[in-house]
């Protein structure tokens, strides 16, 4: 009885602490007007309560061209009214068929199916066709990776640079492009940029292996063959006018910038390796894709022979082909396009791979990326502790009118837009004034006529 007696007088007395700390809920679960476990639950604050599961309503290709690059955007619509994501899916030579892709397989795979498991949707997608990769469908599995990241963070109230990690730096350093008919003329346009704040400029007399530079007609047009639209490109010429560019801007410019510049797998291996042996002296920040993807083996003479810092990867399909590269270190800076090789999600994986081995991200950012691609590179950028660079980007009006959110550009260094999600959105009623179209010309040749591989 004095056992019973006691626990009855301590009872009472936990009864008359809670109520003088005000814990209602506490007391009464004590005493039986409420279970205990939902007491706990009132106690519990909200994020430990989680959120409800929201599904895939559809998924859509918006197709648009405001500059004149064919840009293909994909639209993630979930079972939460207002909720959608967007993601770049643009593979501007081969437009339509990302469209068929997106419309005709990933709305059916999708359907249903829950919108947090973005690791799961990605593996489920790049094997659901057997045969993996191509850039048609890894541009419309990257344009439906990176809209569920940015459902992701407009359901978490958070840029996605959150989500993978924070900021590990205030903005993101880009770099300009400096072109001209002449080294004099690049050189002046180098300083140019250096003037609006850019500390990185790339470099090139004409267009890609000096295309225009030599104005004579080629034996192979004389000759009425390949198309009306070919290019020629004399690979001499070429290879002469890159060592006087750098010249020409190191003269004019000073030490203080940076230079790069892209030979894009335009000449024969042996010759790019000689000619970026000539460039050491200029110290250039890198010299970008020396070799096709199909001449990998010759990085492994190339790093024998030079010491200057080589970029690579922008034509690489399967993130596997960055692995031996990587181990090897065969080059110092993983150049991707991120609408290419799947999305966010195994653009982090090459980058986080890369850390191990010093190895920096430069994300490809050319014109024919949508503004949601681009900024889905500078998230990303925000958050990797290995950056290296970033290719810059001006989006004109029409792209402006088009999708709202734009990543902006100031003293040479990119920012997003401060918002829940990747910050971009769009105005399908604009986008439709600016139909795709088919063609695409990337075709050049050699005086003889044979096709240069870019």
């Known amino acids: ?131 993996r990769n191509g850039p048609v469908l890894n541009n419309a599995l990257s344009g439906l990776d990176q809209a569920l990241w940015d459902i992701k963070g407009k359901r978490a109230n958070m840029p996605v640079y959150q989500l993978l990690g924070g900021k590990v730096r205030f903005a993101v ?61 004399d690979e001499r010429t070429y290879l002469r006018s890159v060592p006087k560019i750098f010249e020409a801007a190191r003269k004019y410019c000073g030490d203080d910038v940076e230079l790069l510049h892209d030979i894009h797998e335009r000449v024969q291996p042996m010759d790019a390796i000689n000619m970026i042996k000539q460039l050491e002296q200029y110290r250039p920040f890198f010299i970008e894709d020396p070799f096709s993807p199909e001449n990998m083996e010759w990085f492994k003479q190339l790093r024998a022979s030079t010491s200057v810092p080589i970029a690579m990867g922008e034509l690489f399909n399967n993130i596997n082909e960055f692995k031996m590269p990587m181990v090897n270190q065969w080059f110092d800076y993983i150049r991707i396009h991120i609408s290419q090789i799947g999305g966010i999600t195994p653009a982090m994986k090459v980058a986080r791979l890369g850390e191990w081995f010093n190895i920096k991200t430069a994300w490809h950012g050319p014109g024919d990326v949508s503004p949601v691609g681009h900024a889905a590179n500078a998230h990303i950028d ?58 695409s010309n990337w075709q050049v040749r050699k005086a003889d006529g044979t096709l240069i591989r870019p």
């Not at 679960?29 to 309503?57: L, Q």
């Not at 609006?196 to 104005?215: C, D, L, S």
């Not at 007609?217 to 009425?224: I, Q, R, S």
């Not at 399908?428 to 004034?433: L, S």
């Open 382 to 439: 925000l958050a990797v502790w290995n950056f290296g660079i970033q290719e810059s980007v001006k989006f004109s009006d029409k792209m402006q009118e088009v999708f709202s959110g734009c990543p902006t550009m100031k003293n040479g260094y990119m920012s997003v837009n401060e918002v829940p999600g990747l910050g971009v959105d769009i105005n399908e009623k604009e986008a439709a004034k600016y139909p795709i179209g088919t063609k």
């Open 1 to 131: 009885m004095d056992t019973e007696k006691n626990q009855n007088t301590l009872d009472r007395r936990e009864a008359l602490r809670l109520l003088g700390i005000g814990s209602t809920a506490g007391m009464m679960g004590m005493f039986g007007a409420i279970p205990s476990s939902k007491a706990a639950e009132n106690a519990s604050p909200d994020y430990t309560k989680g959120m409800a599961p929201v599904r895939i309503k559809s998924v859509k290709a918006i197709a648009t061209a405001p500059s004149g690059s064919n840009l293909i955007v994909v639209k993630v619509e979930t079972t939460e009214p207002g909720l959608y994501g967007l993601g770049c899916a643009t593979f501007t030579q081969r437009a339509v068929a990302v469209v068929a892709a997106i419309n005709s397989y990933l709305n059916d795979f999708c359907v249903g199916k829950d919108v947090d498991n973005i690791e799961d949707m990605w593996h489920g997608v790049y094997v659901s066709s057997y045969w």
């Open 173 to 233: 350093p880009c770099y300009a492009h400096a072109s001209g008919n002449t080294p004099e003329a690049v050189a002046e346009n180098v300083k140019k940029f250096i003037d609006e704040g850019y500390k990185y400029v790339r470099i090139q007399q004409g267009g890609y292996g000096a295309v225009g530079v030599n104005q004579k007609k080629p034996d192979f047009k004389e000759a009425g063959f390949g198309g009306e639209t070919d290019a020629f490109m």
